[in-house]
């Protein structure tokens, strides 16, 4: 091949990426486009009606932006931001739960993985959802989740107000001791919830006796005026936990 009909090849193939990455953004943000999902189906080479996965990851991966890879039979689609990456991916019959391993080869994370999209046309819905499961990342961590495992704090980051004045409301006096004396209560709590409210097993894993756990749960249910053996003000505190750790993590 001549060096000008290479030329033209390499410009075909560059627009024809052009044209192919423009129809999935398309999808991505969701437009009310008539015929766009048939002609993303013929430019992607993909199933109009296929089961597709959406990732939102906030450091973008190996290998450049734009590209289409295949990895453990699963294509993926990959679309580059200023400050993030999207990931679309083909699963056909595959669950959600095999991406995250996939994905953090080449991006640790943070990052969000949205419910199955049934179709091209569920992929702007499918987008949104995959931030907000971003969003539940803590600032400073790593790791890629799936929006259905953390539904409690999806619904908290996509009600930053309301978040805020739980937090307010239920952690006020918390939030004003010193951030060590803080930092051990909230600990405390976490270690307590991880162990299913059991304070023997929480106190091996704080490497403290059993007594001076329940002495800090009681300390905590005197600052924010709940008690932890009600279900209700239990649930208040653990949101605004996970409220509090969202927006203003500890050090």
Not at 98 to 127: F, H, K, Q, Y
Not at 146 to 163: G, N, T
Not at 177 to 195: F, K, S
Request: hydrophobic share 40%; net charge neutral.
């Amino acid at each position: 091949m001549s060096g000008s009909a290479a030329g033209r090849s390499e410009e075909m193939r560059r627009r024809g990426d052009e044209r192919d990455g423009a129809l999935l953004d398309a999808l991505l943000e969701g437009r009310d486009d008539p015929g766009l999902t048939v002609r993303a189906a013929c430019g992607l080479d993909l199933p109009e009606q296929g089961r597709y996965a959406v990732a939102v990851l906030r450091a973008g991966g190996d290998g450049p932006p734009g590209a289409v890879m295949e990895a453990e039979g699963l294509r993926f689609f990959r679309r580059g931001r200023t400050d993030r990456e999207i990931v679309v991916v083909a699963l056909g019959d595959r669950d959600t739960a095999v991406l995250a391993p996939l994905l953090e080869r080449s991006c640790p994370g943070p990052g969000g993985i949205g419910p199955v999209a049934d179709g091209l046309a569920g992929l702007g819905a499918a987008c949104r959802l995959a931030e907000l499961a971003l969003l539940t990342c803590p600032p400073g961590t790593t790791g890629i989740v799936r929006l259905e495992d953390r539904l409690p704090a999806a619904l908290l980051v996509s009600q930053p107000e309301l978040s805020a004045r739980l937090v307010s409301d239920v952690l006020g006096p918390l939030l004003a001791l010193a951030p060590a004396d803080r930092a051990l209560l909230v600990r405390t709590l976490d270690a307590w919830l991880e162990c299913g409210g059991s304070a023997g097993r929480a106190a091996g894993r704080l490497y403290c006796h059993r007594n001076t756990v329940l002495n800090r749960l009681r300390r905590l249910e005197r600052l924010t005026s709940r008690s932890l053996s009600r279900p209700r003000e239990l649930i208040e505190m653990t949101l605004a936990l996970d409220a509090f750790r969202l927006t203003a993590p500890q050090p």
